[in-house]
């Protein structure tokens, strides 16, 4: 059986070969190729891909893993239109020599959504974010205009979809209701948390192993909904009491903007930007060098990074939008843009030990529900039952 994969994602390729940002190494597509022997990718090309070092991308193509990837851009309702009809013209040639589509949420899988409807194709969506919080967060005025119609046309689609697959236990569920077949599984897999990682970490802060207190914000700085800026003014604002103190920034985009308004700040000297690293591993060991990781999103689904913080037993403080209440508890999460609050927080919390040790605990047991074979079992009896009824009309039609 076949299956097409609708995602606005951006891949990269580059000679012949075809990387991720992140969100989808070789690994991923195992979740649908259990249960379909070939799959169609209908996503985007990232623009000026040529320029874009590869060498701390994951690979994503792989046997039994066709790309076609749509070039344009985004920017103006021209470019978004030309985008539009050409998404809708590769899902349109195909849909009729595949046996069922996957969409995950964004305007390209609406219009898979309605193909399919259209064609009576069996199709899922799998909800990932929330898109008010996104557009209305994004910082464009033409984004917030857009805001109330995407929304709406999200929450037509997912309470219209036979199959709906959340990352999140219930935010989203409230958010985006679906009358078909529903479960609840993060996107998020990490391995099982080994013991003596949180041992160490417990060493880490009651020893003191340094003087300097090290904050961590891992995510891209391409846009502001990642809400690197509200930690540079939350730090600003606790200098004058915690005067030894860095921010360590991973992931990638261009630093000179950040490094500009830093200057601004009067905190260009404790700000550190650590580029890209690979996925997995190298991640893990940074997140070991981090005291307190800083998460203010302005939008969000589940998000990986906090879960692999919280899994290296490192204390957060984060915003409260998507998911993120079902990982925290209320006292250190703040309201989206609230930087304030964020550095009253970090005043209060990240010079405790007893708050770090407690936090260190707890969330290394709270990252232990998200380990892949726990997951990896859920989301077979999910797909199962969607390549079951797929084969099912295959056989009628």
Request: charged share 30%; net charge positive.
């Amino acid at each position: 059986m076949n299956l097409l994969f609708v995602f606005s994602h951006q891949f990269i390729e580059k000679e012949g070969k075809v990387y991720s940002p992140g969100q989808f190494p070789r690994s991923a597509w195992n979740r649908y190729l259990n249960h379909f022997d070939k799959i169609d990718v209908v996503a985007r090309s990232k623009p000026d891909s040529n320029c874009v070092s590869v060498s701390t991308l994951s690979r994503s193509d792989r046997r039994g893993v066709d790309f076609h990837l749509i070039k344009g851009r985004r920017g103006s309702i021209v470019d978004r239109f030309k985008l539009y009809w050409k998404t809708k013209k590769y899902i349109k040639s195909m849909i009729h020599r595949i046996d069922a589509v996957v969409a995950r949420n964004s305007s390209m899988a609406w219009q898979a959504a309605k193909i399919s409807q259209k064609s009576d194709t069996p199709w899922a969506i799998e909800v990932v974010g929330d898109t008010w919080d996104a557009l209305w967060n994004h910082g464009s005025i033409a984004a917030k205009l857009y805001a109330p119609f995407a929304d709406l046309r999200k929450k037509y689609w997912v309470r219209r979809a036979p199959f709906a697959l959340y990352v999140t236990e219930h935010a989203l569920q409230e958010r985006y209701p679906c009358d078909g077949r529903t479960a609840g599984i993060s996107n998020v897999m990490i391995p099982m948390p080994r013991d003596e990682v949180l041992k160490r970490r417990l060493s880490r802060i009651k020893e003191g192993e340094s003087d300097k207190i090290r904050f961590g914000f891992l995510g891209s700085i391409e846009n502001e909904s990642k809400g690197l800026e509200f930690a540079f003014r939350a730090l600003s604002a606790v200098r004058p009491e915690i005067r030894d103190c860095e921010l360590r920034v991973l992931g990638p985009g261009e630093v000179a903007p950040w490094i500009s308004l830093a200057k601004s700040l009067g905190i260009e000297d404790c700000i550190e930007f650590d580029g890209v690293r690979p996925a997995g591993e190298p991640v893990l060991e940074w997140l070991d060098e981090i005291d307190v990781y800083l998460h203010p999103r302005l939008q969000d689904g589940l998000p990986r990074s906090l879960i692999e913080a919280m899994s290296r037993g490192c204390p957060a403080l984060s915003s409260s939008v998507g998911g993120i209440p079902e990982l925290l508890p209320d006292f250190v999460m703040h309201a989206p843009g609230d930087w304030e609050t964020l550095a009253q927080q970090i005043v209060m919390f990240s010079t405790d030990d007893g708050w770090l040790v407690e936090n260190a605990r707890r969330n290394f047991e709270k990252a232990k529900g998200y380990n892949k074979e726990k997951l990896r079992k859920e989301r077979e009896v999910f797909w199962g039952k969607f390549a079951k009824l797929a084969r099912e009309r295959r056989t009628v039609n």
